[in-house]
């Protein structure tokens, strides 16, 4: 399933962890995190991903 069919899928009160890799964090959020870093978002009422923070592993 692509990432645009598993958004639509949710409800608008379900939350998600992805577990995944550098580049598609970026490719989603355009953050560029480090090894480990935690990026933290929210799909807005028209669809678009908006980013909330970041933590850091260590």
Same mark, same amino acid.
Not at 4 to 15: I, S, T, V
Not at 17 to 33: D, I, K, R, S
């Given at each position: 399933? !692509?990432?645009?069919? =598993? =958004? =639509? #899928?949710?409800? %608008? !009160?379900?939350?998600? *962890?992805? $577990? /995944?890799?550098?580049? &598609?964090? /970026? #490719? +989603?959020?355009?953050?560029? %995190? #480090?090894?480990?870093?935690?990026? +933290?978002? !929210? *799909?807005?009422?028209?669809?678009?991903?908006? $980013? +909330?923070?970041?933590? &850091?592993?260590?």
């Amino acid at each position: 399933m !692509k990432w645009g069919d =598993r =958004r =639509r #899928a949710l409800g %608008p !009160k379900e939350k998600v *962890l992805y $577990v /995944t890799h550098q580049v &598609n964090t /970026t #490719a +989603l959020t355009g953050v560029f %995190p #480090a090894s480990g870093q935690i990026v +933290l978002f !929210k *799909l807005g009422k028209d669809g678009e991903i908006e $980013v +909330l923070g970041e933590i &850091n592993a260590d």
